[in-house]
């Protein structure tokens, strides 16, 4: 299947981005195709809710940024994996952008199953993010096939990446 990863920790060498690179192993060795794109490292905006999509723009946005790169790839997404660090109790705004700028075509086309990756400091701090994901893959009639989460003490051990391989199996 075709896979993209969001992941939206702008720390290169955290845990985020460590699950990231473990889901996309595991994936690869299984033979889906994956893409991992650190949106991070993107200049995306926020959806200005001008509407222009739904009106003049015919399904494409009025901001000409690097969701644009972004587009095509959640067009041929089948499989999409959130990866983000908790920031005050849910997935950080660098994830949030992309998600809410899907606005102008509602839900990416082919997408069928999602999972999601979330790290934290501290334990019992998941329940936004979840509460956001699940919604996420009802709206978009998405599978949840699985979640991991990774507090302080869980960070790239191998019983975390053990929980990545895992759910990757329900690919
Ligand atoms: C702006 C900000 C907000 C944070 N908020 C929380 C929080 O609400 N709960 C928590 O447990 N950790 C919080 N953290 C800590 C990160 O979630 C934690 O360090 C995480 O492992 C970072 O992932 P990374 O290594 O992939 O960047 C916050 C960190 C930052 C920078």
Known sequence: MKVLILQGSPRAN????????EYKKAAEAAGHQVTLVNVSRKKIAGCLACEYCHTKGN??????DDMQELYPLMAQAEVLVLASPIYYFTMNAQIQSPIQRMYCVNAPAKVKKMALLVSSHSPGVYDGAIAEYKDICNYWKAEDCGIVTAKLDEQKTEETKAKIAQIVKNL
């Not at 955290?14 to 690179?21: P, V």
């Not at 399904?59 to 000409?64: I, S």
């Open 59 to 64: 399904g494409a946005c009025v901001q000409k």
């Open 14 to 21: 955290g845990s985020t981005a460590w699950m990231a690179e």
